[in-house]
């Protein structure tokens, strides 16, 4: 199979064994910008899917980039929670000069932990679910980089597992903004009180999950490493990037609470 082309938002195609064909576009009201969801890019989306003519693998290692100019530290390694951060861990330990190195090792026997009927098994799972590399960060201070924080249930078991292990420091960098706010469209996003964004433990979330330090990417600068690719292709052929993106634009509502159309409830 090759990649042919992205359906655009609001397009009615037919595929044959022939050609492609457009049988219709429904047209947005004029002036509306496109709402692309914004968090298929940071955790949704498989690594190899393209988007908006880019690869999400590249949008993530530039979240990691970015991520590493508002938020350095001062360590000796940076790895990541395997493997959905992993290209914006690479980001990161690239721009800080500092090297990549893997700390934990994914045991392929086990379930997903997020199934488990209560909190605690939740966290025993994901204590199962990791082995630790022990001799790569003995006596280290390390940068974990995670590509969200929802509820802070797994991540704390981890935090805990590599101080256990030898770690002299653990500094977590995440990769997109906190969530905020539940998605009205369609994605299934934890009800308000259950973010840890909106819980009071928030306010001191590293000594929450035992951390050194959590910061999280500013909201501008994920929008800015979606879009920095789109805009330079449009910049360098406006003609043939008009007709693919219309007017640019991403849906971030679940962390602005900022809703692309009107709310009836």
């Known amino acids: 199979s090759r990649y042919y082309r992205e359906v655009l938002p609001g397009e009615i195609v037919k595929i044959s064994r022939h050609d492609v064909q457009t049988l219709d576009v429904v047209r947005r ?26 690869m999400v693998y590249s949008v993530r290692r530039r979240c990691g980039q970015q991520l590493a100019i508002e938020a350095p530290v001062e360590a000796d390694l940076v790895s990541t929670v395997p493997e959905s951060a992993t290209p914006a861990a ?70 805990k597992l590599l101080r256990e292990s030898g770690a002299k420091e653990v500094h977590i960098r995440v990769a997109s903004p906190p969530i905020r706010f539940p998605c009205y469209m369609g ?25 050194d330090s959590v910061v999280y990417l500013s909201v501008e600068g994920l929008v800015s490493s979606v879009q920095e690719s789109i805009k330079a292709r449009q910049h360098s052929n406006p003609k043939t990037q008009k007709s693919f993106t219309g007017k640019l634009g991403h849906c971030t509502a679940c962390l602005t609470g900022d809703y692309p159309v009107e709310l009836e409830w």
Do not use: W
């Not at 996003?189 to 000594?207: G, Q, S, V, W, Y």
């Open 29 to 54: 009201p004029e002036g509306d910008p496109s709402a692309f969801c914004i968090f298929e890019y940071v955790y949704f989306a498989r690594p190899d899917s393209i988007f908006e003519g880019q």
């Open 90 to 159: 690479l980001g990161y330990a690239e721009k800080c000069g500092l090297p990549y190195v893997e700390v934990l090792c994914k045991n392929r026997y086990v379930g997903r932990t997020f199934i488990q009927p209560n909190m605690r098994l939740r966290q025993l799972g994901v204590a199962k679910k990791f082995g630790v590399l022990s001799d790569n960060f003995k006596g280290k201070r390390v940068v974990i980089i995670d590509d969200s924080i929802v509820r802070g249930n797994t991540i704390s078991p981890i935090i």
């Open 187 to 211: 994605i299934n996003i934890p009800t308000k009180e259950e973010l840890i964004a909106n819980r009071p433990e928030f306010h001191d979330l590293a000594n929450y999950i035992g951390a």
